[in-house]
């Protein structure tokens, strides 16, 4: 199955994508969690992309295809994917539909967790990271004891820019940049519309539900 998950910041795309990607056997490529790992290695790709990420602006086009091609190129892309915050603008859609017909593949479905923006705010201010496994909690419903990872024991972090001041940024840039995308997917017929308010056991059975 290859798959995009579609959302604003916030909309429980990663955890859903996570669950996912367990549930169907395939690699979920989570382009955001790849530019951190990048960054926190201190490479050249990392160092760049952290000036972007740091004020919620997006990582140019050219920087973010070459990267994504790269990936779905390995071998455990090859049984299928769930792609995890890409294609974030239009360009990067066309792009990703290039890539793959160029390799006789196409997308199954695009699956897009809607999520009202108050909500969103208030789900990003409490989200944490472990900054160990990456496992994602909500701290007001996660029990996490000494707060850490109930998972593997590592710290939980909050993510820089799940900071206030960066949080609306990257809010409207999403707006601007990758709502377009949705009726991209739609004229094209993949759009799977999910509502991705209530528990994440609920969410993740509409989302089966729809991929039937
Ligand atoms: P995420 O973890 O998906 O919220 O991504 C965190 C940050 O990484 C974004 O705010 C962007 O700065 C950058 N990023 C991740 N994916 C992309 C993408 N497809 N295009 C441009 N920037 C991206």
Excluded: W
């Excluded at 669950?19 to 050249?44: C, K, Y």
């Excluded at 000036?51 to 920087?63: F, I, K, N």
């Excluded at 496994?133 to 820089?160: E, H, I, K, T, Y």
């Amino acid at each position: 199955m290859q798959l995009v998950m579609l959302g604003p910041p916030g909309a429980g795309k990663g955890t859903q994508a996570k669950r996912l990607a367990e549930r169907l056997g395939v690699p979920h490529i989570s382009t955001g969690d790849i530019l951190r790992g990048a960054a926190a290695a201190g490479t050249p790709l990392g160092k760049r992309a952290s000036r972007y990420m740091d004020d919620g602006a997006l990582v140019p086009d050219s920087v973010m295809v070459g990267l994504v091609e790269e990936r779905l190129a390995q071998p455990d892309a090859g049984r299928g994917f769930i792609l995890d915050g890409f294609p974030r603008t239009v360009a990067q859609a066309e792009a990703l539909d290039g890539m793959l017909s160029r390799g006789g593949r196409r997308l199954d479905a695009v699956v897009q967790v809607a999520v009202p923006q108050d909500e969103l705010v208030r789900r990003l201010a409490g989200r944490r990271v472990c900054g160990d496994c990456g496992m994602l909690f909500q701290v007001a419903l996660d029990q996490s004891p000494n707060g850490r990872c109930d998972s593997c024991g590592g710290p939980l972090l909050q993510r820089d820019d799940d900071r206030e001041e960066t949080v609306g940024r990257r809010l409207a840039v999403y707006e601007r940049e990758t709502a377009p995308l949705v009726g991209h997917y739609r004229a094209k017929g993949l759009l799977r519309e999910v509502v991705g308010t209530g528990s994440r056991d609920e969410v993740f059975q509409r989302i089966a539900g729809e991929l039937g």
